[in-house]
């Protein structure tokens, strides 16, 4: 999956399947989601809101590092 495909109303368990590479993104901004029992049902704009994210810089990172592992 490429990170163009990659918007704010994915769930976090889809993100996490897709792109697992993104885990440790998660763990340094000290958020739950991996493992959590809500990944399937909380969007990345949810999460984004839970722990006073910029949703924009957040999608951006994602995206970045998504990138970087493709071109790898």
Not at 18 to 28: E, G, M, S, V
Not at 38 to 52: E, N, R, S
Request: include cysteine; hydrophobic fraction near 45%; charged fraction near 20%.
């Amino acid at each position: 999956m490429q990170s163009s495909t990659l918007t704010a109303d994915l769930t976090i368990a889809t993100v996490l399947d897709a792109w697992p590479q993104t885990i440790p993104l998660f763990i340094d901004h000290r958020m739950a989601c991996v493992g959590c029992a809500m990944a399937p049902f909380d969007t990345l704009a949810d999460v984004a809101t839970i722990y006073g994210l910029c949703l924009d810089r957040f999608l951006n990172e994602l995206k970045q590092l998504i990138q970087w592992e493709e071109t790898r």
